[in-house]
């Protein structure tokens, strides 16, 4: 159904989105332990994104962005023409910049922090996973109708489905919990057979787990 080859974990990508993976799943945790709280926490975030301050602030923001690129274009223009004008030229473009940058930040959103803990702990799963040379390892994944089932080398794990906890996903990676707390790193790029889109459904489908993307 599914077959990962399993090779280095070089990219330097992973280090940020394993420990975002590992907030995603400290997160569901605590949501699982503390639904009223977390009740309480997503009313509170959500009037600070989209109460009338925030709405208000954005406004202004904007506003003073727009005022700034026709102040920079207005003294820009003069400072173009012959003779040309170096300081205008400077200021006008100041301005723009300054303009477009203030709009860009009206709309960004705020991401969530990565507690320290996720950090060191996905720092410290790298590290044992770039501690390998997967491309000489034969190691693989696969992923079929009884199961999933750990290649390396000589060595075989069958893992049934109903061990499968938790399947969390990002840009390049998944992350399964399985047998109480073991956790299997998988690099998108690996997936030598099957679809990755279908990938988290399927295994969805299988587990009856969780799924955080």
Not at 46 to 75: C, D, M, N, S, W
Not at 181 to 189: C, R
Request: charged share 25%.
């Amino acid at each position: 159904m599914f077959l990962f080859q399993i090779s280095n974990y070089e990219d330097p990508a992973l280090d940020a989105e394993t420990a975002e993976l590992l907030r995603q799943r400290l997160e569901a945790h605590s949501r699982s332990a503390l639904p009223g709280m977390w009740k309480v926490t997503d009313r509170m975030h959500t009037y600070a994104a989209e109460g009338p301050g925030r709405r208000k602030r954005q406004g202004r923001y904007r506003v003073y962005a727009v005022v700034l690129i026709a102040l920079g274009i207005f003294v820009l223009v003069p400072g173009l023409a012959e003779p040309r004008n170096p300081a205008l030229i400077f200021a006008g473009a100041a301005a723009i910049i300054a303009g477009l940058l203030g709009l860009f930040l009206a709309q960004k959103e705020k991401t969530v922090p990565i507690p320290a803990s996720c950090k060191k702990e996905a720092e410290k799963l790298l590290e044992g996973r770039r501690a390998i040379d997967w491309n000489n390892a034969e190691a693989k994944v696969e992923f079929d109708e009884a199961g999933m089932t750990i290649s390396f080398g000589e060595k075989r794990e069958t893992v049934p489905y109903s061990q499968i906890s938790e399947v969390l996903e990002s840009d390049h990676l998944w992350l399964l919990l399985y047998s109480g707390e073991k956790a299997l790193l998988l690099q998108k790029k690996d997936l030598v057979s099957g679809e990755a889109a279908s990938f988290t459904a399927r295994i969805l489908e299988k587990t009856k787990g969780n799924v955080v993307e």
